[in-house]
């Protein structure tokens, strides 16, 4: 017969268990920022106190750091995003599953020590823009188990670093993080392969914000007015009139790809497996999750092509076009006496063919082109040409 448990040592056991809990809780939301990102920051001129800022690509499944330094921020590590969820484009609304996009502000008491996530932090979805466009939600974080239903999730060491990295700034007095969330790298290539996706007015105002950044290395000053994000423009001149030579050579790259027949693209329904590192940590066992939809697993992320590209064609030398209009070719008007060309001679839709009957069809062209538009019959014609249907240069070719 087994002995009684008193219930005092019982009522031990649990305590003792919780303060376990706590205590194991406590340590890994107090863990230290790793020496070698220690490292980088110092050989770039940071250190761990100085403001930090986000940067996430769902595309590529990324999420970069970067602190502020004597010149602006600085980026020093980029970590792999293990999972997110949805297609790319903008979350909007509670329940679909869609990881956000934008411009998000994360303060101290969005920080989850206590998560049960291993630790986490909310990205603050949804932001004055969201709203403005009926968003619902809220709860959307970057967390670990590698688990995501909206979320940007990671595994337990990479948010451990990533969490440590975000308190020490909000400890060296940093009120709160910037946390940018894109679709992909705002590269002029990916905007022009995804041109005709419904979402491209969306991601032209994250990538105004985007190159801003990139220009100025100055964390972004965002508003939103009549519905559509903004920034405050720089207060370095000289950094402002970077970001507008970055624009301009921005928009004009853009332009200059959806011309040149860059194919038009868009990306198949994702819910993990984006980035190489997902192969690599499933195959030694990590832990994935729920997963919501696994048949996409196999072709998350893929490009479809929407719009298939093709090659522009070369400009013609302009000595080319010289020699085809020159005095020995073939195409040239014949030079007769009294010669005068016909942009000098007063209208006269009812003239006749003028010139002789060329020795060749090539000879013919502007004698075959003026028949047609004159709409009056060359040299023994035998039926009307009708100008504009094309009968014309049929009837003047017979005649050749």
């Known amino acids: 017969m087994p002995l009684p448990i008193p219930r005092s040592l019982t009522a031990g056991l649990v305590l003792l268990t919780v303060c376990g809990s706590s205590a194991a809780q406590a340590g890994k939301a107090d863990a230290p920022i790793p020496a070698a990102t220690l490292a980088l920051m110092a050989q770039k001129g940071t250190t761990a106190a100085a403001p930090v800022l986000f ?77 403005a466009h009926g968003g619902t939600g809220s709860a959307v974080m970057v967390h670990g ?39 992909f790298r705002m590269s002029a290539e990916n905007m022009a392969r995804h041109r005709t996706d419904p979402n491209i007015g969306f991601w032209r105002e994250l990538k105004a914000g985007s190159d801003r950044f990139e220009a100025s290395r ?30 301009a050579i921005e928009e ?23 980035h190489a590192f997902w192969a690599a940590y499933t195959a ?51 030079q007769m006496a009294g010669f005068v060309p016909i942009y000098e001679r007063a209208p006269d839709p009812f003239g006749v063919l003028a010139s002789r009957l060329p020795a060749r069809y090539g000879d013919g062209l502007p004698s075959l082109l003026a028949a047609t538009l004159s709409e009056s019959p060359g040299p023994g014609a035998g039926r009307p040409i009708l100008a504009g249907s094309g009968a014309g240069l049929i009837a003047s070719a017979e005649r050749l």
């Open 252 to 274: 004009a790259r853009m332009a200059a790809l959806a011309e040149s027949g860059e194919p038009a693209v868009r990306t198949t329904y994702s819910d993990g497996g984006q």
């Open 55 to 131: 940067r996430a690509y769902k595309k590529e499944s990324e999420i970069e750091v970067w602190k502020k330094g004597p010149s602006g921020y600085v980026h020093i590590k980029t970590f792999p995003i293990c999972r997110w969820s949805g297609q790319l484009g903008p979350k909007r609304k509670s329940g679909d599953r869609q990881t956000p996009e934008g411009f998000y502000t994360v303060p101290r008491r969005q920080m989850n020590p206590n998560s049960h996530y291993y630790l986490s932090f909310d990205v603050g979805y949804p932001n004055a823009y969201d709203r």
């Open 145 to 183: 188990i590698c688990s995501s239903m909206g979320c940007f999730a990671m595994t337990d060491n990479t948010v451990g670093e990533i969490y440590a990295i975000a308190r020490e700034a909000l400890n060296g007095g940093q009120a709160a993080f910037q946390f940018q969330s894109y679709p």
């Open 284 to 334: 030694r066992g990590g832990a994935v999750g729920d997963i919501s939809r696994p048949e996409a697993l196999a072709y998350a992320g893929q490009e479809v092509v929407v719009v298939p590209g093709h090659r522009a064609p070369r400009p013609v030398p302009e000595s080319v076009w010289a020699a085809w209009g020159g005095p020995d070719s073939g195409l040239a008007l014949r």
């Open 218 to 247: 100055e964390e972004l000053q965002v508003s939103v007015i009549a519905g559509r994000y903004a920034f405050a423009p720089s207060r370095d001149p000289a950094r402002e009139a970077a970001v507008a030579t970055y624009r």
